[in-house]
């Protein structure tokens, strides 16, 4: 990108579009990772099979359609069609999931089939939007100078996304358990800033196609894997991403039912408890962004997974009994959460940024399509794996008097595990060093 072309991307037009489309996207991310999964245990079941039908072809779906349209972005090299037209689907697609909530219960098999099919739709158009679309427009406007700047905004995103998806979340779900208010809300949400995008992004966004053969031979190509393999440093960070966040989805996907059905808070109560921590745990953002613009990105990351894995082990022996479920304090659970925060904001803004400046220039459409590879598709199929068996064989078992079906509460068992498949990022990290240090020393 010449100095002319980054003037374009420099100023208040590019931070109120990275902060408003990367916030709106993150909210209805959260909204789907945080709160499709408590809404599956409130109407439709408390079964975890069918959270991790949901999380599954949630994931196959956001690859797919990660890499269809990262390599259609790239040919065509305009990115406000994909953004534009990909957020509008996704507010409508999110309005939709709600309405599953009017199948019959009676009709148990249809209703969790009806809750996959329609999450699976919604991530499609949202990676479409968010992954092909938004992600590649910020590749394209990083620089030396803005690096640490934009890696920050993109890492402390998802978290104030989870703040405002969980306080806002439950304060629309509210003690009534309103879920259609919460999803028509949020996908409105989503629609007017796909509206926005139409309006504040043009051709000053656009970069030079990269066009190489057929539609079909450029989106295949990225699969061989040649190109990425040759690419050791890109190869370790991503498998070092890929292990973290298998060990988040041991536990994310089941921290709000574990807060409100294990350990008895209400909805409106569990988004305080979450977001509170979370705000304090974004302040280390600023540090890490520094660190980051010295290239520390081995230091903060092994930062990052000390405070994730301390986080867990505090949240791990908290127990119904040792709680106090009528107040919103309590220190354990604060703490807890804060420290997870800082290891899981911290560890995605040095990554992103990491990985992002290991792409190749004419292919960076593609290799986000990677990046949703190793940060979403085997993190989901494998965390929701072993969490699914976590929950089963070691949380809570109760038999419902009504429907009775078999019910699985998620326990503290599930922090545990993360903690130590969280552990094993070390492994790829030391790998991603060496070969950093080749590099530098070539």
């Not at 409130?42 to 690859?63: E, F, N, Q, R």
């Not at 209703?111 to 427009?137: E, K, P, R, Y």
Request: glycine letters at 10%; charged letters at 15%; aromatic letters at 14%.
């Amino acid at each position: 990108m010449n100095t002319i072309e980054k003037k374009k991307h420099s100023g208040f037009r590019m931070w109120t579009l990275i902060w408003g489309l990367g916030l709106a996207g993150q909210i209805c991310w959260n909204m789907e990772n945080q709160w499709f999964n408590t809404f599956v245990y409130t109407k439709i079941g408390k079964d975890p099979s069918i959270i991790t039908g949901m999380l599954i072809c949630s994931a196959l779906a956001t690859t797919f359609a990660t890499f269809f349209f990262g390599t259609w972005a790239d040919r065509t090299g305009k990115r406000r069609i994909f953004i534009s037209v990909g957020y509008i689907l996704w507010g409508i697609f999110t309005i939709c999931f709600g309405l599953t909530e009017f199948i019959s219960k009676e009709l148990y098999l249809l209703a969790g089939i009806s809750v996959v099919l329609a999450d699976t739709v919604m991530s499609f158009f949202g990676s479409m939007g968010n992954d092909a679309g938004f992600n590649t427009w910020t590749t394209d406007i990083l620089t030396d100078k803005n690096r640490g700047q934009i890696g920050a905004a993109l890492a402390t995103q998802p978290v104030l996304g989870t703040i405002l998806g969980t306080v806002v979340g439950g304060l629309l779900v509210g003690q009534d358990n309103n879920y259609m208010r919460l999803f028509i809300t949020m996908g409105v949400l989503v629609i007017a800033f796909g509206v926005l995008s139409m309006i504040f992004l043009g051709k000053q966004d656009d970069v030079e196609p990269s066009v190489r053969g057929s539609f079909f031979r450029q989106f295949i190509s990225v699969f061989n894997f040649k190109s990425f393999f040759k690419l050791k440093e890109l190869v370790w960070v991503n498998i070092a991403v890929s292990v973290f966040f298998i060990g988040f989805n041991v536990y994310f996907a089941y921290i709000g039912n574990y807060i409100i059905y294990y350990l008895g808070y209400t909805a409106d109560m569990m988004g305080i408890i979450e977001a509170v921590p979370l705000v304090l745990s974004m302040l280390m953002s600023i540090p890490a962004s520094r660190l980051i613009n010295k290239g520390k990105h081995i230091l903060v990351s092994v930062i990052a997974i000390v405070f994730n894995i301390a986080g867990l082990l505090v949240l791990y022996p908290v127990k119904p009994e040792s709680v106090d479920n009528t107040k919103i304090f309590d220190f354990r659970l604060w703490l807890g959460i804060f420290l997870v925060g800082v290891g899981y904001v911290t560890i995605l803004q040095t990554t992103k940024v990491w990985t992002k400046q290991l792409y190749p220039k004419d292919s960076k459409g593609q290799f986000e399509g990677i990046w949703i590879l190793f940060f979403v598709l085997i993190p989901m199929i494998g965390g929701s794996f072993i969490g699914e068996a976590v929950v089963k064989t070691s949380g809570v078992v109760i038999t419902n008097d009504l429907s009775g079906l078999t019910e699985y509460i998620p326990n503290g068992n599930i922090f545990l595990v993360g903690a130590v498949v969280t552990l094993l990022t070390v492994l790829p990290l030391l790998m991603a060093k060496k070969y950093r240090n080749n590099t530098q020393t070539e």
